[in-house]
T-cell receptor, first 113, second 117 residues
Framework: AQSVAQPEDQVNVAEGNPLTVKCTYS??????LFWYVQYPNRGLQFLLKYITGDNLVKGSYGFEAEFNKSQTSFHLKKPSALVSDSALYFC???????????FGSGTQLTVLP | GAVVSQHPSWVICKSGTSVKIECRSL??????MFWYRQFPKQSLMLMAT?????????EQGVEKDKFLINHASLTLSTLTVTSAHPEDSSFYICSATGTSGGTDEQYFGPGTRLTVT
């Protein structure tokens, strides 16, 4: 069975500072990893994904994530946070024959002005 | 491209009635659609997976007679909540994979807020 852990329910960061949202995963075989962002009462917006290739993946809105196989981690990062980045962030892993996504519990990011 | 819509975006219904939620892929053919449920400040929980033209596969603990899923075409899946009760109040989100972007990515709808009074 696959699983995803997001150890922080809440992350606060000052605007302009770098941000990191943590994610670790467990899956048999090669992982397909995703980050999504959700604004209040909205569906999920795709940020980035890792399938294969470079461990550093660049995505939308200046976000990037680093795949670390030895630590089974896929932390989301951004060099300089914006107030508008404040939202709920989900890490997810894909597996199974039906290509199902398993989501982490989510991390609420608050960027303080 | 790869846009998924849901209708309605929100609905209020009385206890005991049934509600149908539509999920459409607007610019691609969705061979597989997924239905999720999300409670406030919680993660998405997969309810069922449906492939066009076949019966949906429900996750453990999801009542298939209560949450009827139909995937009759490559662009439309529906979720019907039958005999709704207040505990069914939730945010329902669909996603789709298909011929756009390969099968390694799901495209999500904007969600439907269901409130049962």
């Amino acid at each position: 069975a696959q699983s995803v852990a997001q150890p922080e329910d809440q992350v606060n960061v000052a605007e302009g500072n770098p941000l990191t949202v943590k994610c670790t995963y467990s899956v048999s075989g090669n992982p397909y990893l995703f980050w999504y962002v959700q604004y209040p009462n909205r569906g999920l917006q795709f940020l980035l994904k890792y399938i294969t290739g470079d461990n550093l993946v660049k995505g939308s809105y200046g976000f990037e994530a680093e795949f670390n196989k030895s630590q089974t981690s896929f932390h989301l990062k951004k060099p300089s946070a914006l107030v508008s980045d404040s939202a709920l962030y989900f890490c997810a892993v894909m597996g199974g024959s039906a290509r199902q996504l398993t989501f982490g519990s989510g991390t609420q990011l608050t960027v303080l002005p | 491209g790869a846009v998924v819509s849901q209708h309605p975006s929100w609905v209020i219904c009385k206890s005991g009635t049934s509600v149908k939620i539509e999920c459409r892929s607007l610019d691609f053919q969705a061979t597989t659609m997924f239905w999720y449920r999300q409670f406030p400040k919680q993660s998405l929980m997969l309810m069922a997976t449906s492939n066009e033209g076949s019966k949906a596969t429900y996750e453990q603990g999801v009542e298939k007679d209560k949450f009827l899923i139909n995937h009759a075409s490559l662009t439309l899946s529906t979720l019907t909540v039958t005999s709704a009760h207040p505990e069914d109040s939730s945010f329902y989100i669909c996603s789709a994979t298909g011929t756009s972007g390969g099968t390694d990515e799901q495209y999500f709808g904007p969600g439907t807020r269901l409130t049962v009074t």
